[in-house]
């Protein structure tokens, strides 16, 4: 199994809603990530896990939450959001912390 | 921090004509580099990268990348471009965050291959 899968593909959310995104992989990489990205743009680094642990996170708001529930799955939770969280929703891993591999994303609209 | 520039918004090729996305890169040490493409609504697909040895590094469906240490260049190159190549691509470089390694982007090239 060499993929990143993200679920689900689309989401559709009003400003009150909670919910969930969740990316897995099992190529057995320690480390990964989540970025945010807006049409034509590269990808925004939010947050970083390394073994399990969360290590980076890059002045996100509270209303977005991650969350490592074991070394394969990672879930980016959403409460409150606002219009401009409307985004692609990226999930990555690496190996070896060279070139990481990214799943297909979440499109996320926010009413 | 590292950082790599594309300087093209968009490139515009000929189906059977060579391509090249231009990446030049400013880093303290050695440069970690990578192509990345990406299809409208998907997520980043890797194309290659540099890391030591061999200039000309050869990824994924017939690209490859000439790493130029006089010039802080990593262009990509395709000899004979598919219309199926237009997409948005990406150059990367590795940084490190905190003690954490982290890819730093560049704002992407569009690619167009006009049939």
């Known amino acids: 199994d060499t993929e990143v899968t993200q679920t689900p593909k689309h989401l559709v959310m009003g400003m009150t809603n909670k919910k969930s995104l969740k990316c897995e992989q099992h190529m057995g990489h320690r480390a990964m990530y989540w970025y945010k990205q807006k049409a034509k743009k590269p990808p925004e680094l939010m947050f970083v896990?390394?073994?399990?642990?969360?290590?980076i996170n890059e002045s996100v708001p509270s209303r977005f939450s991650p969350e490592c529930p074991n070394s394969s799955l990672l879930n980016l939770h959403l409460h409150a959001l606002q219009p401009e969280d409307s985004a692609l929703y990226l999930c990555?891993?690496?190996?070896?912390?060279?070139?990481?591999?990214f799943g297909p994303g979440t499109r996320l609209t926010v009413l | 921090a590292q950082s790599v520039a594309q300087p093209e918004d968009q490139v515009n090729v000929a189906e059977g004509n060579p391509l090249t996305v231009k990446c030049t890169y400013s880093?303290?040490?050695?440069?970690?580099l990578f192509w990345y493409v990406q299809y409208p609504n998907r997520g980043l697909q890797f194309l290659l990268k540099y890391i030591t040895g061999d200039n000309l590094v050869k990824g994924s469906y017939g690209f490859e990348a000439e790493f130029n240490k006089s010039q802080t260049s990593f262009h990509l190159k395709k000899p004979s471009a598919l219309v199926s190549d237009s997409a948005l691509y990406f150059c990367a470089v590795r940084d490190l965050l905190r003690g954490y390694s982290t890819l730093t982007f560049g704002k992407g090239t569009m690619l167009l291959v006009s049939p």
């Open positions: 896990y390394s073994y399990e642990k969360l290590s």
């Open positions: 990555a891993s690496t190996r070896d912390y060279n070139e990481q591999f």
């Open positions: 880093v303290s040490g050695n440069p970690y």
